[in-house]
C-alpha cells in the first residue's frame, strides 16, 4: 500500500465536494548563499514550484541578494530582524515580543528597510515571525511597517487585523532530536491537516521546511511530498502573494 493511501482517501473527499486544495512552500532562517540554499533551490527549480523564503535582515548582505538575482520561483520576505530570543529562560523563545511594542515594530521597520534595499522589487509584504511567534500587542500593528499578511504556523491567530496564510505541514521534527520527518509522518500528518482546510473550506495548506538543519531525511521527504502533490496528482503550488492577493478562503 502506498504511503500516501490515507492522503488519496482524503483527496477524493475533496473531489466529491467539488473542491481543488491548494498549496504553498516556504523555508525559514535564510541568511547567505550555502550550498544547501542552491539545493532547496534545485529542488523547487525541479518541480517548478514557487518558494517564499524567509530571510533575517539583520543577517542578510548583498552575497544573498547577488545569489538570488535571477531566481523567479524564490520569493524573498522578512523574517522577524535578527532572530534573537527575548523571552526569559524556560519560556518559548519569542522575538516579536517580550518587550515593548513600539522596539519591536522599530525593529521591524529597519529589517523592511534593509531587506527591501536588498531585493529591489522583489521583496515580499508578508511577515513571517521567527518561531512562528508574535505577541498580539505587536501583531496588531504590523500594518503599521507596511506589512500586507503575516505567515506562522497552523491555524492560530496572531492578533493581526491582516490576512494570515500560515504553513501547516513541517517537514523537520523539532521535538524528536531536530531531524527529519519520515515520509509517513509528514503523510500522515498532510492527510490531518486536508481534512481540516476542507473542513475550513478549502483553505491553503503551507509546508514548512528549513534548509539550513536538514539531514537527509528532510531533503528526501520534502522531494516526495512535492513531486506527490505536483507531479503524481497534479495539484497546484502557488505563490504566497497569489493566495493573499486572490484571497477567497
Not at 511597517?145 to 487585523?161: E, K, L, M, N
Request: a negative charge; glycine letters at 8%; one cysteine or more.
Amino acid at each position: 500500500m502506498s504511503v500516501f493511501a490515507d492522503v488519496d482517501a482524503e483527496l477524493e473527499n475533496w473531489r466529491r465536494e467539488s473542491m481543488r486544495p491548494r498549496f504553498w512552500l516556504r523555508d525559514d532562517d535564510a541568511a547567505a548563499p550555502d550550498p544547501r540554499l542552491d539545493r532547496l533551490i534545485g529542488l523547487v527549480r525541479r518541480f517548478d514550484v514557487p518558494l517564499l523564503l524567509a530571510v533575517v535582515p539583520a543577517l542578510a548582505g548583498a552575497p544573498l541578494a547577488d545569489r538570488l538575482a535571477g531566481e523567479p520561483l524564490v520569493t524573498p520576505c522578512v523574517h522577524g530582524f535578527a532572530h534573537e530570543n527575548h523571552m526569559a529562560e524556560g519560556e518559548k523563545k519569542v522575538e516579536l515580543g517580550g518587550r515593548a511594542a513600539d522596539e519591536v515594530l522599530a525593529e521591524l521597520r529597519e529589517g523592511r528597510r534593509r531587506l527591501s534595499e536588498l531585493f529591489p522589487g522583489s521583496l515580499s509584504d508578508i511577515l513571517v515571525p521567527p518561531w512562528n511567534r508574535i505577541a498580539p500587542d505587536v501583531a496588531a500593528r504590523i500594518h503599521e511597517c507596511g506589512f500586507s499578511a503575516v505567515s506562522t504556523a497552523s491555524w492560530h491567530r496572531t492578533g493581526t487585523s491582516l490576512p494570515e496564510l500560515n504553513t501547516q505541514v513541517d517537514i523537520m521534527d523539532w521535538a524528536g532530536g531536530r531531524v527529519g520527518h519520515r515520509l509517513d509522518a509528514v503523510a500522515a500528518e498532510l492527510r490531518r491537516r486536508l481534512e481540516q482546510a476542507r473542513a475550513r473550506g478549502g483553505v491553503p495548506i503551507g509546508i514548512l521546511s528549513h534548509h539550513l538543519v536538514h539531514d537527509e531525511t528532510a531533503w528526501a521527504t520534502l522531494a516526495s511530498v512535492i513531486g506527490y502533490l505536483k507531479i503524481e496528482r497534479g495539484l497546484d503550488f502557488e505563490t504566497a502573494e497569489s493566495l493573499i492577493r486572490d484571497r477567497d478562503w
